[in-house]
């Protein structure tokens, strides 16, 4: 340590090799390390970390069938399971801003998923339904913590030249785990399998779950070999330890020699965060995050902050409802019975889905308690197939608008053509004139959504100011979620009851959605550095 930084109890410099040579600042010694193989390992390493938050909050939707009977659902129990996981991201989300600063991103993901490994191998012998709802919340907490920290994580690795273009392809390979629980379900459900494990059988649907445990277990091995962000280093003080990483780094993305690395010496605060209390600091940070939220809300930022949320509502709440009901809803079209239909015009979707008009519920029709009969659903691959299509289409077109959206007239244009299709869409599915027909526009709906919903992100940075940003995309997360369990939950219900209104519902709130867009907002025009002084002053 320098004697005139002590004096000044700023700046303090940590040497890797005990002489002290231009000190240089995080993003200074990140960008000298280049990019190359060190980053590919990385990103690979990390893939099934960030997969398995995205098969906690998908495999349910595609068990909904074939465990009926095992855990007893109805259509509104059904839909309580799906949005569970969104439950627990929602209510838990703020604690991990607390956390992660004294335990480190790369512990917290051992941590969690080790425990989801667990809990993924619990749940495939689960009997209860209230069970199996705590294993998805639990499940539901981590996914919404630690393993949602992946992207930021990787990018306290990559300097500000290459972090644009790396989030984006990590994104759509993120994006990809998408559509493995729809293949690993065409692949395993329709099984007829009954296997013996411990003394307890396993049907398809519970070694599908097993299956899906396989990303936490192999993202709990590579999570033990990543090694800790070189900024999380310096933030506790072990700036040699840093400096050692960003020559490894430099190292395997250049081939030069460990000793070619031009940063000599790392620059660090003297005071971090951590040198404080716990409690200090939570509740520091817990009042800069009331502050933006109430600024957002203020005069200047409500309107902006308004389009933004509304429009993430609507697309978040239309892409998860659908994307964890279409499997399902096209299991029972599948099992509509035909040869009963007596009408001269085909069935809608709706009445498709009426139980009675079920195969499997042709027995139960005389009984008393038909509502509480579960029915063995005949498990069609072509379901899962078309699912694993949807997904992938959902993929790759949200990928490729964020090369073209680089405008504002032509993000207008997309959302405002996603969100036309998806009312068209959701008006007609019901009056559609067969099933193949419904699942193009069920599919319409999914693709559209997502892409709408990527465009609300983008236009989320350009409308709110830096300081306020990380604020306004925390509350869209949270947004987002709530949408989800609301949409499911609400959509479940009316499935059982008004069916018709179900789709209609969503028809209204896209054509909300539509008519919001034609009036883009203008970016907020205050000027970052007042904005931040604000923000000081007031805290």
């Known amino acids: 340590m320098l004697a005139s930084d002590r004096d000044n109890d700023k700046i303090a410099t940590i040497t890797g090799n005990g002489n002290v040579h231009e000190p240089a600042d995080f993003d200074k010694a990140i960008s000298?390390?280049?990019?190359?193989?060190?980053?590919?390992?990385?990103?690979?390493?990390?893939?099934?970390?960030?997969?398995?938050?995205?098969?906690?909050?998908?495999?349910?939707?595609?068990?909904?069938?074939?465990?009926?009977?095992?855990?007893?659902?109805?259509?509104?129990?059904?839909?309580?399971?799906?949005?569970?996981?969104?439950?627990?991201?929602?209510?838990?989300?703020?604690?991990?801003?607390?956390?992660?600063?004294?335990?480190?991103?790369?512990?917290?993901?051992?941590?969690?998923?080790?425990?989801?490994?667990?809990?993924?191998?619990?749940?495939?012998?689960?009997?209860?339904?209230?069970?199996?709802?705590?294993?998805?919340?639990?499940?539901?907490?981590?996914?919404?913590?630690?393993?949602?920290?992946?992207?930021?994580?990787?990018?306290?690795?990559?300097?500000?030249?290459?972090?644009?273009?790396?989030?984006?392809?990590?994104?759509?390979?993120?994006?990809?785990?998408?559509?493995?629980?729809?293949?690993?379900?065409?692949?395993?459900?329709?099984?007829?399998?009954?296997?013996d494990i411990f003394g307890r059988g396993y049907n398809s649907w519970r070694i599908y779950l097993l299956i899906c445990s396989i990303p936490p277990v192999i993202g709990l091995m590579t999570s033990a070999m990543l090694p800790d962000s070189p900024k999380y280093l310096m933030s506790i003080g072990r700036s040699d330890v840093a400096l050692r990483l960003l020559r490894r780094m430099y190292h395997m993305n250049t081939g030069q020699p460990l000793e070619a690395f031009p940063i000599k010496t790392l620059l660090i605060p003297q005071k971090t965060q951590l040198t404080r209390p716990v409690l200090e600091v939570s509740?520091?940070?817990?009042?800069?995050?009331?502050?933006?939220?109430?600024?957002?809300?203020?005069?200047?930022?409500?309107?902006?902050?308004?389009?933004?949320?509304?429009?993430?509502?609507?697309?978040?709440?239309?892409?998860?409802?659908?994307?964890?009901?279409?499997?399902?809803?096209?299991?029972?079209?599948?099992?509509?019975?035909?040869?009963?239909?007596?009408?001269?015009?085909?069935?809608?979707?709706?009445?498709?889905?009426?139980?009675?008009?079920?195969?499997?519920?042709?027995?139960?029709?005389?009984?008393?308690?038909?509502?509480?009969?579960?029915?063995?659903?005949?498990?069609n691959p072509v379901i899962y197939q078309n699912s694993t299509m949807i997904a992938?289409?959902?993929?790759?077109?949200?990928?490729?608008?964020?090369?073209?959206?680089?405008?504002?007239?032509?993000?207008?244009?997309?959302?405002?053509?996603?969100?036309l299709i998806s009312v068209a869409s959701s008006f007609g599915i019901n009056w559609a004139q067969s099933p193949p027909y419904m699942l193009t526009l069920?599919?319409?709906v999914i693709v559209t959504t997502r892409i709408a919903g990527n465009v609300v992100t983008a236009v989320n940075v350009d409308v709110i100011p830096i300081p306020l940003r990380a604020s306004s995309t925390s509350v869209l997360a949270t947004i987002g979620n709530i949408a989800a369990i609301v949409g499911n939950l609400i959509f479940s219900a009316l499935l059982g009851t008004e069916c018709i209104v179900a789709f209609t519902g969503l028809g209204c709130l896209f054509t909300g959605c539509f008519c919001l867009s034609l009036f883009f907002p203008q970016p907020v025009r205050e000027s970052p550095k007042k904005l931040a002084q604000e923000i000081t002053t007031k805290l």
């Not at 969104?86 to 004294?102: K, L, N």
């Not at 959902?394 to 680089?406: D, E, P």
Request: proline fraction near 4%.
């Open 32 to 195: 000298a390390t280049g990019y190359g193989l060190f980053n590919v390992l990385l990103l690979l390493a990390t893939l099934p970390i960030a997969w398995t938050a995205v098969f906690d909050t998908t495999t349910s939707a595609f068990i909904l069938a074939s465990a009926e009977c095992d855990l007893e659902l109805t259509f509104f129990r059904k839909g309580v399971l799906v949005a569970f996981p969104y439950v627990a991201m929602t209510t838990t989300a703020f604690i991990w801003d607390y956390i992660t600063p004294y335990v480190g991103m790369r512990m917290l993901f051992i941590l969690a998923l080790l425990g989801d490994s667990i809990l993924n191998i619990v749940s495939s012998g689960v009997q209860s339904y209230y069970v199996f709802l705590l294993v998805k919340f639990v499940s539901g907490v981590l996914a919404g913590g630690p393993l949602a920290m992946v992207m930021t994580y990787l990018t306290e690795f990559h300097s500000a030249r290459y972090k644009p273009r790396f989030t984006t392809w990590a994104g759509f390979l993120f994006a990809v785990a998408n559509m493995v629980p729809a293949v690993l379900g065409f692949t395993i459900l329709p099984l007829d399998w009954h296997i």
């Open 283 to 379: 509740l520091e940070k817990m009042r800069v995050s009331l502050y933006n939220t109430k600024l957002l809300l203020s005069t200047a930022y409500l309107p902006a902050f308004c389009f933004v949320s509304f429009l993430q509502f609507g697309s978040m709440l239309g892409f998860n409802t659908m994307r964890l009901w279409v499997p399902h809803m096209f299991i029972i079209l599948n099992n509509f019975n035909a040869n009963n239909w007596t009408s001269d015009t085909r069935p809608t979707m709706c009445e498709m889905l009426d139980r009675r008009a079920a195969l499997p519920g042709q027995r139960y029709l005389n009984r008393s308690n038909f509502d509480d009969a579960c029915f063995e659903w005949t498990i």
């Open 392 to 419: 992938s289409s959902a993929v790759v077109f949200s990928f490729l608008a964020g090369f073209i959206m680089n405008t504002k007239l032509r993000k207008q244009i997309i959302i405002l053509t996603a969100f």
């Open 442 to 444: 069920a599919a319409a």
